[in-house]
């Protein structure tokens, strides 16, 4: 990825502001780097049209398609007050105003350009920012659990479940455990766990909530769960009801960002959950970072960013039961049949 010193360099390259020094230094860059080449092609693409300035006289077609991009494109406070006095006056026609005009338009089309060049690899810097926050506050809620471990004999927090219970219904304040999210609740009532790290940032709409988010430290002994969904917006192993152990073990994957087979759930939890699975339900990554894949969070505290739902050379899909396909039905209460059975539901 070019620097900010190399873009500026390719920029004044192109329009002929370099030393000798700096175009020796940028035709070098362009012979060596393709991210450059394709750069100084599109600033040269940019300003092309500029070439038609230096002529004696501003063609009329330029002139003309120079203001309406100028309409579109550059609502300056000066060039709308340029244009606004030349329409009304009565004077004859002057190509050097026109010229003037065609000179700034020209030099808004390379501005936004140029905005539209820096602001890719902008995006990419927020993106990894995002996936480093999401990251650290995984680290967080591992640290909550060894917290929690280290507290109550080494065993994970856990909330005893009937068979068969279901445990979609985030947010669920009754008597019954019917949320597989009333497990790490434990660890906000027991102050192991700031609630708002349990709220990804790779979205606009949870940073935003994120922000927002107050609970009242005598409110939290009123709450079973979390007080919604918006609350948590990451996804937690499933237990096996076959497990022999309820501790933090290695490669085990224990967390990850949200599933995207749960991104629209019932708000009536009285209703049954019924939920057929599509092809593309089966391949698509978190919502919480674009569909650009997902964090994940091992037993032992490692956290990596997957491009794919697959935490290890296995075919183990963290998302899914072995047994699910295209259209099969989730009903909300089904659980792995083994312990490499990996399945992170809300």
Known sequence: MLDNDQKRLL????????????????????ESDDEAARTFRKLQSAFSPLKAIETDACPDHLVQATLGRLNQVA??????????????????????????LARFAGMAAVIAVAF????????????????DRCKMQMANIFRGFTN???DH?????????????PWWKVGYQGAENHSNTRNLWLLVKGDYVNPADFICPGRKSNRVFQRK????????????????RHYVTYSFRIRCPKATTNCLMGQTVIMADSNPLFEKMPNDYSKS???????DMLVRNSLNHGRRGQNILRGDGSIRFLKIRFADISTDDIYTLREMSPGSEIRGCETPSCETDAFLAP
């Open 273 to 279: 959950l019924r939920l057929q699975l599509s092809r």
């Open 153 to 165: 004999n080494e065993s994970m927090p856990a909330i005893a479940t009937a068979a068969g219970s």
């Open 11 to 30: 920029f004044d390259y192109c329009l002929h502001l370099a030393s000798p020094q700096q175009a020796t230094q940028a035709a070098r860059l362009i």
């Open 116 to 131: 539209a060049i820096w602001m890719a690899p902008l995006g990419s810097v927020r993106q990894k920012y995002f996936k």
């Open 148 to 150: 929690y471990a280290s």
């Open 213 to 228: 988010i107050r609970i009242d430290r005598a409110q939290l002994k009123l709450y079973n769960d979390f007080p919604d």
């Open 75 to 100: 609502r300056s406070a000066q060039l709308q007050q340029l244009l606004e006095a030349e329409q009304a006056a009565t004077k004859p026609f002057n190509p050097r105003t026109w010229q003037k």
